[in-house]
């Protein structure tokens, strides 16, 4: 895989995401950005307040998206992660060097990469990047109690 298209990609990935920023973090009360897979068009879709957001980038790197076809949520922490493990990504300038890997993930991928100068210690892990907060009954119903979706 040429790694400037893994920088380029999650470069994307990441401003496309930003839009939530305020709702997700800065707002009064934060909000969870809904999150579906619409499997004709293969496109991951955020949605909050209006906004909505498709974009195929994630489907080349994570698995288990055909789950998603019924709507989840990515929560205000978890979303703070997200865009952190991507910012930190993106930054650390690991993406363009030989030897980083990504890791297909459950809703998710994890960006390993490994030191030329210690290979023997074998890859680290840089960023683990999740697009959902949970997929399940029990999660599904706490949310909708607490923020009504």
């Known amino acids: 895989m040429d790694n400037t298209t893994l920088q ?42 209006g906004k909505m957001i498709n974009t195929s980038i994630p489907i080349y790197y994570c698995l288990g998206l055909e789950d998603l076809e019924k709507p989840t949520l990515l929560l205000p922490k978890d979303y703070d992660q997200m865009m952190g493990s991507l910012q930190y990504a993106i930054m650390s300038g690991e993406l363009i060097k030989p030897r980083t890997i990504i890791s297909p993930e459950n809703y998710g991928f994890d960006i390993y990469a490994t030191n030329i100068r210690e290979l023997w210690k074998g ?13 399940g009954r029990i999660f599904k119903l706490i949310t909708k109690l607490k923020y009504g979706y």
């Open 123 to 135: 890859p680290d892990i840089i960023s683990s990047i999740r697009f959902v907060s949970g997929v």
């Open 8 to 49: 380029n990609d999650l470069l994307e990935l990441y401003n496309l995401l930003v839009e939530f920023n305020g709702a997700t973090l800065k707002a009064a009360v934060p909000k969870p950005i809904k999150v579906t897979y619409i499997k004709d068009s293969r496109l991951l879709s955020f949605e909050q307040e």
